[in-house]
């Protein structure tokens, strides 16, 4: 998963954490891990957003319906295929061809995923002719944006859930310690991505849904910077409720459903308007004005 050098500009920006570097955390700098009472609660508040998606289930049906074309969704850190079968249920019923990474659990950038998610992708792109959108969760959308970039030709669409496209301290997730439990795993630091801090916007459109109650990764360092084809919605959500949370399942149909080679700006529909928070970035730019 190894990006070109000539990609990089790593004199842009904060500067990049990578793995296996120590640095002291920076308070007041947005360089912290979410709040302990969130951390402590996501699980629960993740649980309670299957109850939600029960009740939306009305609302959801509502939600765009898509042109068919193949979705591969990615799980987070830890997890595997069956975190992400609600979503990949939802998307199906709106039409998508979705489907999961079929590498077991996620463990890391280890050689197997290193090798199977670039192979994943070419063979779903080979299998329906078609550019197939990538879906990923946490670590899984680190992924997606490699792939992206290695493959823009097969790839068309990134959405990111609650990942850290933005890492600048391993402070500001709190799965660093089960990451670097496994990192005996991974392959080579050389191997790995360069971290998206140091690289060019994405050659596709791409989307990052984020939440201010994650608790456990900062918000802030899941911020994609704004472009052309480019966003951050925020919703009210937990980390690991964001799979199955009705706001985050209506703002992924609907992101997918826009016609191949155009981009609009999410809107959130009326129904679900409170779950989308106008947040403000240091540079006062909202990532959703839910206003219209």
Do not use: K
């Amino acid at each position: 998963m190894t990006a070109r050098r000539e990609e990089r500009h790593g004199d842009d920006g904060p500067p990049a954490w990578r793995p296996g570097q120590e640095a002291l955390r920076a308070p007041g700098t947005g360089e912290e891990p979410p709040s302990w009472p969130l951390f402590v609660t996501d699980l629960g508040r993740a649980l309670g957003a299957s109850g939600i998606t029960a009740l939306g289930r009305s609302v959801l049906r509502a939600a765009p319906i898509g042109d068919g074309h193949p979705v591969l969704v990615l799980p987070g850190l830890g997890a595997g295929d069956a975190s992400t079968r609600t979503l990949r249920r939802v998307l199906r019923h709106r039409g998508y061809r979705a489907h999961g990474w079929h590498l077991g659990r996620n463990l890391g950038p280890t050689a197997a995923v290193v090798e199977g998610v670039p192979a994943r992708l070419a063979e779903l792109h080979e299998r329906y002719g078609r550019r197939v959108s990538i879906v990923g969760w946490s670590l899984g959308g680190i992924y997606a944006r490699d792939t992206a970039r290695r493959a823009p030709a097969f790839t068309r669409h990134v959405i990111t859930l609650g990942s850290p496209v933005r890492l600048t301290h391993p402070a500001q997730t709190r799965a660093m310690g089960f990451y670097r439990a496994v990192s005996g795993r991974h392959v080579a630091a050389e191997d790995m991505p360069p971290p998206e801090v140091e690289l060019p916007p994405l050659p596709v459109p791409c989307t990052s849904i984020l939440s201010p109650w994650d608790g456990i990764v900062s918000w802030r360092a899941c911020l994609e910077p704004p472009g052309e084809r480019a966003e951050s919605i925020a919703v009210v959500g937990s980390h690991f409720g964001l799979g199955m949370h009705p706001a985050v399942l209506w703002a992924v149909a609907d992101r997918l459903a826009q016609p191949e080679g155009t981009w609009r700006p999410f809107s959130p529909p009326p129904a679900l308007r409170w779950l989308y928070p106008t947040l403000t970035t240091p540079s006062a730019a909202p990532l959703v004005d839910v206003a219209g």
